[in-house]
């Protein structure tokens, strides 16, 4: 696995969807994008818009039964993606972890298969989920099952079993949109902080305006369906970006364009 900068190239993508009646949906028009880490690009859009099938792709995801893309094509690093790609970990609002294992079993999970059994010796396998626990704060919830644990505390175990494998990509669809403004804030914080000490790129699904801002460091806005990019920020560095006069302009901005669009989003308070 190269540990140089990950670069994923969507060059003209489009997507279509059949339909039962016979007519076509197109939820992703043609739509151009280069984005490079170490960073945090945030998807911006409306409920609805083509978000997550864009964030998808990038990842070499593919819809069951259906040509993607339609037209256009993804390249990571310069080579095109046309299957589920092996430098890139995807992470979900539901965070899927097994009811059946323990906190330890399912962060070490990804671990069981022949692609990360090949990659990482066993000796830093148990080092990186020991130190992923600490980092998200269950190192003593360790033996504790999914039925144990809070919302938040089962997207951390989903957040430390996705970081335990040090992708170059992570995708991550709304992880924190069906936790509570405490939890979601806290969520924030930490993924901040884990990206600080595991660079890679980031690419975040959200239709939260603050959110967007708050994790950022580019957000790329996009109309309602079919997704078109309405418009590309980036983000003010600071120590108190989020609430800082730059971030609180850009914000309205953000805002503006996607009112623009006809699109409802959503502004945590």
């Known amino acids: ?25 197109r939820v992703v028009d043609p739509l151009t994008l280069r984005l490079e880490g170490p960073s945090i690009v945030m998807l911006l859009g409306p409920s609805g818009c083509g978000k997550s099938t864009v964030m998808r792709m990038m990842g070499g995801v593919r819809p069951f039964g259906v040509a993607s893309p339609t037209s256009g094509g993804v390249r990571i690093d310069g080579v095109p993606c046309t299957g589920h790609h092996d430098d890139a970990v995807m992470v979900f609002q539901r965070y899927a972890n097994r009811p059946d294992l323990t906190v330890r079993q399912n962060v070490s999970l990804p671990f069981t298969l022949a692609l990360w059994k090949a990659r990482v010796p066993p000796e830093e396998r148990t080092r990186r989920v020991d130190e992923m626990l600490e980092a998200v704060g269950l190192a003593d919830k360790a033996d504790l ?73 580019r957000v790329i806005v996009l109309s309602t369906g079919p997704a078109r990019v309405a418009d590309d920020f980036t983000v003010p560095r600071g120590p108190d970006r989020a609430r800082s006069p730059d971030a609180l302009a850009l914000e309205q901005r953000i805002l503006n364009k996607l009112h623009g669009t006809g699109g409802q989003v959503r502004v945590s308070l």
């Open 1 to 25: 696995m190269s540990s140089a900068p990950a670069v994923i190239e969507l060059d003209a993508i489009a997507q279509d969807f059949p339909q039962p009646d016979g007519s076509i949906v």
């Open 145 to 217: 099952r999914p039925a144990q644990l809070s919302g938040g505390q089962n997207q951390r175990v989903a957040l430390a079993r996705a970081l335990a494998l040090r992708p170059r990509i992570l995708l991550m669809d709304e992880p924190f949109g069906a936790l509570d403004a405490q939890t979601r804030d806290g969520m924030q914080s930490l993924l901040v902080k884990l990206i600080a000490d595991n660079p890679c790129l980031v690419v975040f699904v959200t239709h939260d305006v603050s959110e967007a801002i708050r994790l950022g460091d």
